[in-house]
């Protein structure tokens, strides 16, 4: 994304505009976006680096509207009251992003219910500090929705043989340690990318990339590998972790598999993180009742969620399991604004206690912020 220069003529256009937003900014006037992104002067640039798909899903675009995306919003910034939205960045290149109407404004399902408000104007941030005028530098920011474009970013999602995304096997940062929180299933959250339409297609794909690679010795089957782990392919991240994942069942034996394609493991507390995770609380818990699966309650208003916590430190809630006690109960109550482990509350010894108290008690020296 970095270095993408749009046409002259498009960036002087698109000057005047800004010009023209700036001065409705200091004169506290109606600011009008003229929509700059959606000619294919612009347009065109960023399909051509992968294709017509989504960056966010994946998912091919084809006879529907292109969306181009601002990943930073440029008029309002949802739940951040008084913020103008990056409107600076509104007719910035490197700002924008290709997405289908699912991810950029709503729509995905899941088992026939509508979920997730998808991106829209939604820019949390899980550190670092925000920025609110033209003069601020974003790069103080520390972004919780998972970026296509930063380096480093679509590589802590990862993806299960059943289709579904997942967190990859990568260590939290301490900004996600510090507020509870997983960038990759906060991503999935907001975005549905495990959309009940979505994961079957995503299944087949990585079922169908492993046949071919357990007997692609053959140059057409090859280029058939090729072309499903090409970036301009649909869902080419999971097909490409559909081939790492054979190709390290082919090696010997001794040869250990691919980090990011085995099933998520967290690191143990250590003195860099200040709060424990889910995985650290099941050595306290009885394994029999985690086996059968422990029932967590939440309530919001007026209404009860239920959800099991599993001997895998996951939070399953509809189905669908989380790593976080947070994004579980963001997901079960569709509020952005619940703390997972206030929220969620379970019976131990007949006791019943939030999930808080529960860690409280058994890691009395994590500080809590
Ligand atoms: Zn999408």
Redesign the pocket.
Known sequence: MQGLTAPPAWEAKAKRTLDAVRAAVAASTERVFTMHWTEDAVRDLLLELVGVK?W????LIVRADVTVDHYRPKSEVLDVPGHPGYWWLAYDVSNYRI??K???SGGARYNGVREGRAKGSQFPLIGGTRARTSVDDVEYEQPLLLDPAHPGDPDLLGFDTAGYARRSNTPYSQAEAKRGLCRADETIRI?ALNDSHLVPLRSRLMREVGVLARFGDELDIQQLIDDKVGPKAPWSSAAAMALALQRACDRPAAAPAPAATTPCTTPAVDAARSRVDLQDLLEHLDPDNLKAGITLTGRHEKKVHQAVLNDEGQIKVLGRPWRTPTTAARAATGSSKIDGWEFWRLTIAGVEQTLADFRTKHFPHIALT
Request: aromatic fraction near 10%; hydrophobic fraction near 20%; charged fraction near 10%.
């Open positions: 989504c966010y899903c994946e998912t997405a289908c699912h991810c950029n975005l």
